[in-house]
């Protein structure tokens, strides 16, 4: 059974999800403050900058706890074919990613749930609507 498994280094607009943060007013300013003296071209280009800072600050940290709670890191993709393997050779999931998890859109929502015992995901699920709700009880 072969899975499709990617380093997550996602294109604007591609892999991405769309995050909403408060900040204070001073804080804000300061953002502008830099953007308009050209260290960034806009608050976005800050935020993922700080962002990314901090990641490779905490760099080993995820590294062992992604080794220790045995994440896969990237992309991860179920297709209908790699379910119906799983499920041919009477096996069952234990889907844990750090980064995108997705299950085709033509995956029924009855064979998720023959062939999916539950799912982690620090970051994002992209999966039908249908097989969401068929699996919510194993989602966390």
Known sequence: MVMSIHELRPKAGDTTEKITINLGV??????????QEGFYSNRTDL???????????????IRE?????????????????????VQAAGQRLQIQVLGLASIATDVPPELALATIDSIVVLGALHASAAVKAALADRIR
């Open 26 to 35: 001073v804080d804000l300013g300061q953002i502008d403050l830099l953007v």
């Open 65 to 85: 706890t992604v080794a220790r709670k045995t994440f896969v890191l990237g992309l991860q993709h179920y297709s209908r074919r790699d379910l119906e393997a």
């Open 47 to 61: 935020i993922r900058t700080a962002i990314r800072n901090q990641l490779a600050t905490h760099a080993e940290v």
